[in-house]
């Protein structure tokens, strides 16, 4: 298939693994970019901001750019993971006959205005199986659970396991988080943190003996997770039974990953062998301490982890499901 995709493009994001999986299976992609520009200052994303909002406009010649994109290179399907398209802009690709796909990434509280409830997509999909399960149920709409997956290529094992002894975090740093973080600094959980720079409304938050690192991606992040005693994975509030990107990232590359558990976290790994899951704060600081203190056990669950990933959560086995559905 000549396949078009839209969304933010860059090492380990996740409209690139998903074209980049999709010519590994033998589809012509087109990489459409995002809806939006995403200038690199600060100033810049301040000023396109400004105008997507205040400028509906502005905001739809933006949105309908991507879909005449794939008009014009006579793509069979678009795969969208950007949700805030405008209705019109997906429309106009239905009409040329082109099946469109949303493969929602994030959590239910940043659906924001409910574009991808009023768009005419082919299919919707989400990492959130009680969305599915809702849009499908009551509003009637192809909705579908599909869990995030993980890129072999790069999330794999690239060094010893629990060759320091420090529980990473890689990622956005929100309130729910740092917070959580504090908590564990307190405990004297020894920790290591990855992410971008923290807007000053956040940094009350951090303990002053912590820092961020810059980000990490591909086969470097693969190195710090595979070298951490564990990898610790504590979700969002608004993930309500789903899980997120970061989890088959780690496991892929063969960290022990301590994850807030969630109704599906069983269905995709064995709980205590290949994923360690907790609950509550005192259970995480427990497994942490085991971890900390049991490099050997690292391994064994690592090892286990990246089996698993490697064999039912790259995006090569959910990607199938996904075109399917636009057939």
């Known amino acids: ?3 078009g995709m839209i969304g933010p493009h860059g090492p380990d994001m996740f409209a690139t693994n998903i074209g980049e999986s ?3 299976m033998g589809h012509q992609v087109h990489m459409l970019g995002p809806a939006v520009p995403r200038p690199r200052s600060r100033i810049g994303m301040g000023a396109v901001g400004l105008a997507v909002t205040t400028l509906p406009a502005v905001e739809s010649r933006l949105h309908h750019a991507p879909a005449r994109a794939a008009i014009e290179r006579q793509c069979d399907a678009v795969i969208s993971v950007d949700h805030n398209i405008v209705p019109e802009a997906v429309a106009e690709l239905r009409r040329n006959r082109i099946a469109v796909a949303l493969w929602y990434p994030d959590h239910v509280a940043n659906i924001g205005r409910q574009r991808m409830i009023a768009s005419p997509y082919t299919a919707v999909f989400t990492k959130e199986p009680l969305l599915a399960e809702r849009l499908r149920n009551t509003l009637g709409l192809r909705a579908f659970y599909l869990p995030q997956a993980c890129n072999p290529r790069w999330h794999r094992p690239l060094a010893e ?3 320091e002894r420090t529980i990473v975090v890689v990622g956005n740093m929100y309130p ?3 917070f959580l973080l504090r908590r564990l600094h307190e405990a004297g959980i020894p920790l290591t943190l990855y992410g971008g720079k923290l807007p000053g ?3 009350r938050l951090m303990p002053p003996a912590l820092r961020v690192h810059p980000p ?4 470097a992040k693969s190195r710090v997770f595979r070298r951490a005693a564990a990898v610790l994975n504590n979700l969002h509030p608004a993930e309500m039974d789903g899980v997120n990107l970061r989890l088959f990232e780690a496991t892929a590359a063969g960290a022990a990953v301590l994850c807030e558990d969630r109704r599906v976290v069983a269905d995709l790994y064995e709980p205590d062998r290949e994923v360690v899951p907790f609950t509550t704060f005192d259970e995480l600081v ?5 971890l900390l203190d049991n490099p050997a056990l690292t391994r064994e669950i690592g090892d286990a982890a990246t089996k698993r990933a490697h064999a039912e959560h790259t995006y090569e086995q959910r990607l199938p499901q996904l075109l399917d559905e636009l057939c």
């Open 1 to 3: 298939m000549k396949i």
């Open 22 to 24: 999709l010519r590994e």
């Open 161 to 163: 396991p629990a060759e």
């Open 176 to 178: 729910s988080r740092l």
């Open 201 to 203: 409304y956040l940094r």
């Open 216 to 219: 990490v991606f591909r086969e």
């Open 286 to 290: 427990d497994r942490a301490s085991e």
